[in-house]
């Protein structure tokens, strides 16, 4: 049936104390998927919104919006590469799908960033199961990058933001999210593996220099893990995953609940 906000539903399953829903949402840019995790009931619930990694939203991206829900949030995502195809995620990692994937990340622009967060924030009130004021974000890979942006645009909004294996933070350019950090009043938790040779942390001082020096910043490098370590499959390290979650649900919880 229809819903709100120029909204169809798709799916939508509901497993022991979760609720589980994948919608289509309008943009400026045409229709977008949004994956919803949530526990049961009504709510309201303190909204989370999850950046998913470079790879899209595959199955252990939505178990780890899963983890997350359990300790009481509203957690959604939406679809990154929706103006290329719906939901892409990278089965198998054989060249041509590599170069397509980072053909995606680096095709999508900061602006398309920013309007499908926007047309997010717009469609949010139309569930009443997501509460309304401050909320809280977590990225991965590329997504983190999507984190720095958001909690430097909206910090009123986003009260606390969680990167973990980043992408693209610590760059060159005029602009790097890095750059931004300085800004934040919120809860800021940034992580990386010591095994992480495509976005090393030893590239990535001056962004975790930044995070330190925030009030309420930290920043961590997890020994022995790899990129990925944050997302349940073949990169997940349960030591540095379990010890950014502990960071991360201390943060929201302090931000979004209080």
Same mark, same amino acid.
């Given at each position: 049936? @229809?819903?709100?906000?120029?909204? #169809?539903?798709?799916?939508?399953?509901?497993?022991?104390?979760?609720?589980?829903?994948?919608?289509?949402? /309008?943009?400026?840019?045409? $229709?977008?998927?949004?994956?919803?995790?949530?526990?049961?009931?009504?709510?309201?619930?303190?909204?989370?919104?999850?950046?998913?990694?470079?790879?899209?939203?595959?199955?252990? #991206?939505?178990?780890?919006?899963?983890?997350?829900?359990?300790?009481?949030?509203?957690? &959604?995502?939406?679809?990154?590469?929706?103006?290329?195809? $719906?939901?892409?995620?990278?089965?198998?990692?054989?060249?041509?799908? &590599?170069?397509?994937?980072?053909?995606?990340?680096?095709?999508?622009?900061?602006?398309?960033?920013?309007?499908? +967060?926007?047309?997010?924030?717009?469609?949010?009130?139309?569930?009443?199961?997501?509460?309304?004021?401050?909320?809280?974000?977590?990225?991965?890979?590329?997504?983190?990058?999507?984190? +720095?942006?958001?909690?430097?645009?909206?910090?009123?909004?986003?009260?606390?933001?969680?990167?973990?294996?980043?992408?693209?933070?610590?760059?060159?350019?005029?602009?790097? $999210?890095?750059?931004?950090?300085?800004?934040?009043?919120? /809860?800021?938790?940034?992580?990386?593996?010591?095994?992480?040779?495509?976005?090393?942390?030893? @590239?990535?001082?001056?962004?975790?220099? @930044?995070?330190?020096?925030?009030?309420?910043?930290?920043?961590?490098?997890?020994?022995?893990?790899?990129?990925?370590?944050?997302?349940?499959?073949?990169?997940?390290?349960?030591?540095?995953?379990?010890?950014?979650?502990?960071?991360?649900? &201390?943060?929201?919880?302090?931000?979004?609940?209080?």
């Amino acid at each position: 049936r @229809a819903l709100a906000g120029g909204c #169809s539903r798709m799916a939508m399953h509901q497993s022991g104390r979760m609720q589980t829903r994948t919608e289509q949402i /309008s943009t400026p840019s045409g $229709p977008m998927g949004v994956h919803i995790v949530r526990p049961d009931g009504d709510g309201p619930f303190p909204v989370i919104v999850f950046f998913h990694h470079g790879p899209g939203l595959d199955e252990g #991206s939505k178990q780890t919006m899963a983890r997350i829900a359990e300790w009481g949030y509203y957690v &959604v995502t939406h679809d990154r590469y929706h103006r290329a195809e $719906p939901w892409y995620t990278m089965e198998r990692r054989s060249d041509d799908e &590599v170069k397509k994937m980072f053909g995606l990340i680096l095709g999508t622009t900061e602006d398309q960033v920013a309007e499908d +967060l926007a047309a997010l924030l717009a469609w949010l009130p139309t569930d009443r199961a997501a509460r309304g004021d401050a909320m809280g974000c977590i990225g991965y890979c590329i997504g983190a990058r999507s984190v +720095l942006r958001t909690v430097q645009d909206r910090g009123e909004q986003f009260r606390a933001g969680v990167g973990l294996h980043p992408s693209l933070c610590t760059t060159d350019d005029s602009d790097s $999210p890095h750059l931004g950090v300085s800004s934040y009043t919120g /809860s800021l938790y940034i992580a990386f593996g010591s095994a992480d040779t495509m976005q090393p942390a030893s @590239a990535n001082t001056a962004l975790i220099e @930044a995070t330190n020096a925030l009030a309420k910043g930290e920043a961590e490098i997890h020994d022995g893990a790899d990129h990925g370590f944050g997302v349940y499959g073949p990169g997940y390290h349960e030591a540095a995953a379990t010890r950014s979650y502990e960071r991360a649900k &201390v943060m929201f919880d302090r931000e979004l609940i209080g």
